[in-house]
């Protein structure tokens, strides 16, 4: 519990958060606009989404916080169905669908 | 369906993003609810969400706050979490730059995880769609995840810690995630950008503030565009080899 945390602090965290992540949101569409980037630059940025968000997913499937990080079935195994789901039919609903019916059958079964 | 205006193109991405609701409700509710466990005010839990909007980052500010980590390293840990969003601004950079500031000013506010894969898969499927429709896309794709983001929060605030934890709603996040990426993979270089950044997610896991996501990241996109090259430069020895 946080009763006692500084109402200062607080306020200094939510206003600093707010500009800051507006800052890194708009530090390329703001300031580098129409200007041309290099092609290297370019060919990097294409990877950018297939590998920011499997950076940060990969350690909560395998060490969720959830369980004290011990590797845990239902999840690893929900994980693996909305992927797999997801690449046969690239339909991100029925990906979602079958990672939380994978997730909650076997909480279940298991629990 | 090809997006042929402005007003098709804001519901087609309204459409495309719909799915993310099921996301994005237990996850803010979820920030509702550990926030005013914490002590936080309904009010001052609200506001969180509206001047921040990203999950990851505030549930970390939240954490450290109540091991009373010090201001500075609160704020620079979960600033850390976001600086994908740098990268995000980045890759989208080459397909809406050209747009009037006030749109991109108010794009950047409303660049979330969900926004900006749901953008990038659009604006790579049809290139030859124009800024005005890319911003109308944009938007489309926001307006089912922002506001739902707001409402959420709050009820999450509202109903407190009365939603018990074998509802697992910690794993609703990687899930998505998962879901969203999964329809992205392309071409070889995709899946061995992923692949990579997976593996180095996982060595890079201990790596304090949060820096281990970004060095992953980097090191998939530097796997991806290297794929890229090395597939292109067969490719040619290929159709050169064929005539």
Known sequence: ?111 | MAITTTKSAFRKGLKDAAPFVLVIIPFSSLFGILATEAGLSVFETLAFSVVVIAGAAQFTALQLMQEHAPTAIVLASALAVNLRMAMYSASLTPYIGAAPLWQRAFAAYMTVDQSYVCAMAQYEKEPQMTIPQRMSYFFGCVTPVVPMWYLFTLIGALLGAQIPQSWALDFALPITFLAMIAPMFRTPAHVIAAVVASVAGLLTAGVPYSLGLILAGLAGMLAGARAELWLEKRSVKHSEGAA
């Open chain 1, 1 to 111: 519990m946080i009763e006692n945390i500084d109402r200062t602090t607080l306020w200094i965290v939510i206003l600093g958060l707010g500009i800051g992540s507006f800052g890194l949101r708009f530090v390329f569409t703001g300031l580098v606009g129409d200007r041309e980037m290099p092609e290297w630059l370019l060919r990097h940025l294409r990877y950018t989404a297939v590998a920011i968000l499997p950076a940060l997913v990969a350690p909560q499937v395998i060490w969720p916080a959830a369980t004290n990080g011990q590797p845990d079935l239902p999840r690893i195994s929900a994980a693996a169905a909305a992927l797999v789901v997801g690449i046969m039919t690239k339909n991100v609903l029925l990906a979602i669908i079958s990672g939380a019916v994978t997730l909650y059958t076997l909480l279940w079964l298991l629990g």
